[in-house]
């Protein structure tokens, strides 16, 4: 039997830059992983930090890792060739069959696009599997955007706003919140449409009210509390609101149980 505890030793395939602070690291990983789940990410001496899923590949598995404590300043110091533990994957994920055949709308403030790329990356390669996709994804300036590359593919196949708070003189993209977006969306069956929206707390409050001035239910909003990942196991308690545990029963809720979750 599986000891959840005991981490595995995982190589770096690739390391991808995207700011100074960001990087995406593939490693290796063999088993089934959905988009949204997360690993423990950890280094002996140093401790270990929840990571979201950012990317599911044959054989491997993305992190896209912001450097901002202890344990991810020294996974910085690890690039091609060397390795650090893992364990996981943890929580119930984003579900690709819950969109399936749907108007598809995904909202994701900075780095909450991590989690959902997997769910755009899926619909992006089949676009017959959904009636329409788009992608609104907003970030503090041009110099914070992440995964750069994946936006020129998916520009081609999905429709994609991706919007900055503030830009330099001459900057031609969009500019201005998520939000902002959101009521010039239109839609063949406001019905059959699903959100999924990732973000920082603030920001997923406004960007809730703004979807249900469109006049859909909250059966048809998808969000996730990732921020408040911890241990993976239960056992801490620094997840849970209320009677839940975000690591357990999440981090990924459809909004008729994600609204009572006061974060």
């Known amino acids: 039997m599986k000891n959840e505890y005991i981490p595995q030793l995982s190589k770096i395939l690739k390391v ?111 676009t017959d599997e959904a009636v329409s996709t788009t992608l609104i994804s907003g970030f503090k300036s041009p110099d914070d955007v992440l995964f750069k590359e994946d936006f020129e593919r998916w520009n081609e196949k999905i429709n994609v706003i991706k919007t900055v708070d503030r830009a330099p003189e001459g900057y031609d993209g969009p500019v201005g919140m998520v939000t902002q977006y959101i009521p010039d969306l239109t839609f063949e069956n406001i019905k059959n449409a699903v959100f999924i929206c990732v973000g920082p707390p603030i920001m997923i409050k406004f960007t809730i009210m703004a979807i249900q001035k469109l006049g859909v239910t909250d059966q048809q909003i998808w969000v996730s509390h990732e921020r408040k990942m911890c241990c993976g196991l239960g056992k801490c308690g620094h997840c849970r609101i209320g009677s839940t545990y975000i690591c357990l029963d999440g981090p990924v809720f459809n909004y008729v149980d994600g609204k009572e979750l006061i974060d």
């Open 16 to 126: 991808v830059k995207h700011t100074n602070l960001e990087y995406t690291f593939t490693m290796e990983f063999e088993g089934d992983v959905k988009p949204g789940q997360f690993f423990e990410v950890s280094i002996p001496k140093f401790g270990e930090a929840p990571i979201s899923v950012s990317g599911i590949g044959e054989g491997t598995v993305d992190f896209t890792i912001r450097r901002v404590g202890k344990v991810t300043n020294e996974i910085f110091e690890n690039y091609v060739g060397d390795s650090f533990f893992i364990r996981g994957p943890y929580g119930n994920g984003f579900d690709v069959e819950n969109y399936k055949g749907k108007e598809i709308v995904v909202v994701a403030g900075g780095t909450g696009l991590s989690p959902v790329r997997g769910v755009v990356d899926y619909f992006a390669e089949h």
